[in-house]
């Protein structure tokens, strides 16, 4: 009998751990939602200068090279490479 007083004292751990993780993740949301909001209204307030590889990148994807544009973006920026492929595409999209 005692091993079931253990199981219930270990679920009731794992329920209360999961319920603090909840919250946290919630708040954190919120704070997301926030701080987009806010970096959006400052986007239309400030223009930024385009970063200086992107004329390099560009040429690349004029050249067909796209992979290899790619993998400069993720040296420039630090990107992973989904977040470099994104970025490519952005400027192919905008081109």
């Known amino acids: 009998m005692d091993w079931i007083w253990l199981i219930g004292l270990s679920l009731g751990a794992v329920g209360a751990v ?10 954190l949301e919120v704070r997301m939602k926030h701080m987009s ?14 970063p200086a ?5 560009r040429r690349l994807i004029a050249e067909g090279q796209e992979i290899r544009a790619i993998k400069a973006a993720r040296l420039a ?19």
């Open 53 to 57: 590889i992107n004329g390099e990148l």
């Open 37 to 50: 909001k806010r970096i959006e209204q400052l986007e239309a307030e400030v223009t930024l200068e385009e």
């Open 77 to 95: 920026f630090g990107y992973s490479l989904l977040e470099a492929k994104q970025y490519i595409d952005g400027l192919k999209e905008n081109d």
């Open 18 to 27: 999961y319920l603090l993780l909840s919250q946290q993740i919630q708040a």
